[in-house]
T-cell receptor, first 111, second 116 residues
Framework: AQRVTQPEKLLSVFKGAPVELKCNYSYSGSPELFWYVQYSRQRLQLLLR??SRESIKGFTADLNKGETSFHLKKPFAQEEDSAMYYC?????????????FGAGTQVVVTP | EAGVTQFPSHSVIEKGQTVTLRCDPI?????LYWYRRVMGKEIKFLLHFVKESKQDESGMPNNRFLAERTGGTYSTLKVQPAELEDSGVYFCASSLIAGGVYNEQFFGPGTRLTVL
């Protein structure tokens, strides 16, 4: 069965400190992995996806198939990064885009 | 472009009552998805429409939930009768038809349903 695990419910970091949000998955095949973010009073939005291999708002995420992980990292956290972050998976072959989400990690960046 | 809209934003009902949630996707988006987040748990897929057809309803919890998308535009999700465990935030998302390529899903603001 496919599963997405985000072990941290809450991550509190100081502004300027590095932040890493962990995401592990289980899937019998090659999935597509995503990070979604929901800022306060805003809707859920796509932050980045592993196939694009780009950095968005200073965040990067590398898909490690050996460790089945897709951790999200940013070297210097900013106050505006405070939000709820969800790791999500889509099975290859499921071309219609149904997403499976982790439980989410609340990030709080304090000055 | 208003994006995906959902109505109502919040609904409080008593156990046993009926509630209908509505989602208006972005114009031109044939894919429409419903998801639900129950307190403290992950966002879970409920079902997926392609135009007016149900492509996948494997996530629907039981037959108290009925989703429709008449005419392939807006969609409704009816819960009848509502139970306490139905409380949560219901999200709708839409995307373009892809042909094997994943297109970004755009999410609505969600409807917070509270069943007392």
């Amino acid at each position: 069965a496919q599963r997405v695990t985000q072990p941290e419910k809450l991550l509190s970091v100081f502004k300027g400190a590095p932040v890493e949000l962990k995401c592990n998955y289980s899937y019998s095949g090659s999935p597509e992995l995503f990070w979604y973010v929901q800022y306060s009073r805003q809707r859920l939005q796509l932050l980045l996806r592993h196939i694009s291999r780009e950095s968005i708002k200073g965040f990067t995420a590398d898909l490690n198939k050996g460790e089945t992980s897709f951790h999200l990292k940013k070297p210097f956290a900013q106050e505006e990064d405070s939000a709820m972050y969800y790791c999500a998976l889509r099975g290859v072959g499921d071309s219609w885009g149904k997403l499976q989400f982790g439980a989410g990690t609340q990030v709080v960046v304090t000055p | 472009e208003a994006g995906v809209t959902q109505f109502p934003s919040h609904s409080v009902i008593e156990k046993g009552q009926t509630v209908t949630l509505r989602c208006d996707p972005i114009s031109g988006h044939d894919n429409l998805y419903w998801y639900r987040r129950v307190m403290g748990k992950e966002i879970k897929f409920l079902l997926h429409f392609v135009k007016e057809s149900k492509q996948d309803e494997s996530g629907m919890p039981n037959n108290r939930f009925l989703a429709e998308r008449t005419g392939g535009t807006y969609s409704t999700l009816k819960v009848q009768p509502a139970e306490l465990e139905d409380s949560g935030v219901y999200f709708c998302a839409s995307s373009l038809i892809a042909g094997g390529v994943y297109n970004e899903q755009f999410f609505g603001p969600g409807t917070r349903l509270t069943v007392l």
